[in-house]
T-cell receptor
Framework: GDSVTQMEGPVTLSEEAFLTINCTYTATGYPSLFWYVQYPGEGLQLLLKATKADDKGSNKGFEATYRKETTSFHLEKGSVQVSDSAVYFC????????FGTGTSLTVIP | EAGVAQSPRYKIIEKRQSVAFWCNPISGHATLYWYQQILGQGPKLLIQFQNNGVVDDSQLPKDRFSAERLKGVDSTLKIQPAKLEDSAVYLCASMLEPGASYNEQFFGPGTRLTVL
């Protein structure tokens, strides 16, 4: 069945460091891919999405490219800020919505 | 535009008791989802409604969990009786277009359930 495998955390970075959170997927067909973010005490929010191969989703300085050949959708940001501290979830939409286990990011000043 | 509303935000009960959660989706959203998010894990889909009909409830533990969306708007999820392993955050989400995989799900703040 469809699934999402996400890099385990927690991840701790200094402000302005480069961020990569790995996400790979298994799916039949052509799913859409998403990154959701959950800030402390808040609900899940869509961060970015890509609906087909080679699409790049971007938002708030974050980017992810839908790579069909490597079945990946890694999240990147060139320079993280303290306000980026949150839990990040990779997800795919196939027959159902499937979420990864989440990666906790803490950015220290 | 108002977001997805959920209540209560927190609930503490003893095992074998009953509990109910309420969700009001974004106005006009036909699709409604209930997820269970256990600490340290990603959300797991419990049930998906399309208007007032059930699309997918394959992962809903039907011996103790039930959900309804009688008028195709707000929804209630019930657990009866609760077990310790039901301690989790219960998330409600809604989506505008039915069956469109590229559409965004909008999530409510969740209800944190603790079963003692």
């Amino acid at each position: 069945g469809d699934s999402v495998t996400q890099m385990e955390g927690p991840v701790t970075l200094s402000e302005e460091a480069f961020l990569t959170i790995n996400c790979t997927y298994t799916a039949t067909g052509y799913p859409s891919l998403f990154w959701y973010v959950q800030y402390p005490g808040e609900g899940l929010q869509l961060l970015l999405k890509a609906t087909k191969a080679d699409d790049k989703g971007s938002n708030k300085g974050f980017e992810a490219t839908y790579r069909k050949e490597t079945t990946s959708f890694h999240l990147e940001k060139g320079s993280v800020q303290v306000s980026d501290s949150a839990v990040y979830f990779c997800a795919l939409s196939g027959n159902q919505f499937y979420f990864g286990t989440g990666t906790s990011l803490t950015v220290i000043p | 535009e108002a977001g997805v509303a959920q209540s209560p935000r927190y609930k503490i009960i003893e095992k074998r008791q009953s509990v109910a959660f309420w969700c009001n989706p974004i106005s006009g959203h036909a699709t409604l989802y209930w997820y269970q998010q256990i600490l340290g894990q990603g959300p797991k889909l419990l049930i998906q409604f399309q208007n007032n009909g059930v699309v997918d409830d394959s992962q809903l533990p039907k011996d103790r969990f039930s959900a309804e969306r009688l008028k195709g708007v707000d929804s209630t999820l019930k657990i009866q009786p609760a077990k310790l392993e039901d301690s989790a955050v219960y998330l409600c989400a809604s989506m505008l277009e039915p069956g469109a995989s590229y559409n965004e799900q909008f999530f409510g703040p969740g209800t944190r359930l603790t079963v003692l």
